[in-house]
């Protein structure tokens, strides 16, 4: 397997990694260690708060960041990954910054199995199109590209089985309860976590590529998350007992749980899937409104079948709706 880490690089890297520790530093320390101005320094913070940076200043201390960062290295992650996982990665590359990690891997003409994380998204990309906010070292911003010879029935299903697969994994470092939400979503403590999104290049019926892309928030700023339309959480943000990993370590971890899941498929859908998805699901036995370009529809969250489509108890009968244009609200 090729590992590589491309950190970032100037001024402003430099500012960031001086402020990695979650410490106070003086404007004059930082100034004198980077060999600039303290006005320099400054307007250092300022860009770096621009790119989602959480650094804090206070008169007669200085600056910090307002909780610690540990860089992410492709040395550091591949030390971690199951030996199963290290032998079917063709490469495991780690970026200071880049468009989207997913737009990257399905513009590369490659039919690799390559693991690409960032750093920094400057154009993160959600379901349907959504932006994904990616702000500097404030997730897990990550795109695994897999080959298949052939999907005969495409690649429905496998978010589900990514998602559970994913929230298997959180929970085992000690994330506590991980839920899931139709078709994408990681939730905890009813407010989302980290998503998932799929795409495919090439025809399912012959050779084939699908990349998934994984975004799973480490840090949620107040100011950030009063912007978004649902409440939202970090795994920072998060009370759990004892201490919990690094971000290279659950790096690793959720690069294992993708392998696993792309292994799988499509062969381990069905009634397994059914019954974990179930057990996680944070809309089963709920009332919800599902609503799609033709109208909406009302009625009690019953699971997902064997495909991964959702079934939903109407007054008129059991329904069974799929992703494409559809979208899930609590019933109000």
Not at 167 to 178: T, V
């Amino acid at each position: 397997m090729r590992v590589s880490t491309r950190r970032a690089e100037g001024r402003d890297a430099r500012l960031l990694e001086l402020l990695a520790d979650g410490r106070f530093h003086s404007g004059e320390a930082i100034a004198q260690a980077m060999g600039v101005s303290r006005a320099a320094v400054w307007k250092g913070v300022q860009r770096l708060r621009a790119l989602g940076g959480e650094i804090d200043a206070l008169r007669g201390r200085g600056y910090r960041c307002r909780y610690p960062i540990e860089a992410l290295s492709a040395q550091v992650i591949a030390s971690h990954l199951a030996s199963s996982t290290r032998a079917l990665l063709d490469r495991l590359d780690v970026v200071a910054s880049i468009d989207s990690t997913n737009t990257t891997l399905l513009g590369e003409a490659a039919s690799d199995h390559r693991l690409l994380f960032a750093e920094y998204q400057r154009c993160g990309r959600g379901r349907r199109g959504r932006r994904w906010e990616s702000p500097w070292s404030g997730g897990l911003y990550l795109s695994l590209r897999w080959v298949y010879a052939d999907l005969p029935s495409g690649p429905g299903g496998l978010s589900l089985l990514v998602g559970v697969a994913l929230a298997d994994a959180l929970e085992a470092l000690g994330y506590g309860a991980i839920g899931v939400k139709w078709p994408n979503d990681l939730f905890r403590d009813d407010r989302k976590l980290g998503g998932v999104l799929i795409e495919l290049s090439g025809d399912p019926s012959g050779p084939c590529r699908l990349v998934i892309g994984v975004g799973i928030n480490w840090y949620m700023p107040q100011a950030l998350a009063s912007e978004l339309d649902q409440p939202a959480m970090g795994l920072l943000n998060t009370t759990c007992a004892g201490p919990l990993p690094g971000r290279n370590r659950v790096a690793a971890a959720l690069a294992d749980a993708l392998v696993r899941a792309c292994q799988e498929f499509p062969d381990n859908l069905g009634d397994s899937l059914a019954e974990r998805w179930r057990r996680r699901d944070v809309l089963y036995g709920r009332e919800i409104v599902i609503r799609q370009a033709c109208g909406s529809v009302k009625g009690r969250m019953a699971g997902i079948d064997h495909q991964g489509a959702l079934l939903i108890e109407t007054a008129t009968g059991l329904r069974r709706f799929y992703s494409g244009e559809t979208r899930v609200r609590f019933a109000q």
